[in-house]
């Protein structure tokens, strides 16, 4: 697949799946009484403010990269070490809800495969 294609379809996944990761975990810390994500600006679905310069080039040169981590302050949880759990598992869950909802309309037969769209889907998932 050429270069450009590859790029087309790699940064709106990025980008998707990178600000719904961390804007859960803010999310979650958020829900459970933590008002340092709103307060710091994280709790956003604006990718700019989720994403490390750095992490997102690494991405592209190795295929491993990072985003900028939620700050939160577990003293706001009632129990911190169980908020802590919540909070680490709200990013990982939240990617395996985006696998399974772009996964859907391939296993259905919405999407044609070896259409632009399958790889699309594909990317994604």
Known sequence: MPILLDLLLVVPALLIAVTVHEYSHGKVADLLGDPTPCHSGRLSLNPLSHLDFLGSLMIFLVHIGWAKPVPINPNYFKDPNRGMMYVGLAGPLSNLVMAFLAAFPLRVGLVVPHSLLYF??????
């Open 120 to 125: 699309v889907f594909l990317y994604i998932i």
